[in-house]
């Protein structure tokens, strides 16, 4: 303690004031710390999810690209024409499939009978 009252300077510091203000100080300095840490960890998610979103974004794009390729050809026009249009060239013949007609059979249903309806058919009613 002698120590202390020797080096103003070093007493100053552990004065009780300054010491209840530092305390102070520490305890916003952590919250603070904390309220960035939660904001970094939203952004984080935030950010994942954006990725996933591109990803997915990104691969209709390319699918949607090769779809627009393959359409661009000779084959795929006559193909989406034969599809809607229901038409063919001159020379070809169209055959249609038919399934097979299925046989229906009639199913007998019995109803059951309970122990009122039992007792109540006994009587005739």
Known sequence: MKLLKENKKISWWFSKPIIVLEIILLVLLVKGVFGVYEKYLRAKEERDNITIEYNRVEERFVNLESKVDYLGTDFAREE??????????????????????????????????????????????
């Open 80 to 125: 989406v024409i034969r599809e809607r249009f229901d038409v063919s060239l001159p020379g070809e013949n169209v055959i249609k499939l038919v399934d097979k007609e299925i046989e229906v059979r009639e199913v007998e249903v019995k109803e059951e009978k309970g122990f009122w309806r039992g007792l109540i058919g006994i009587f005739g009613f």
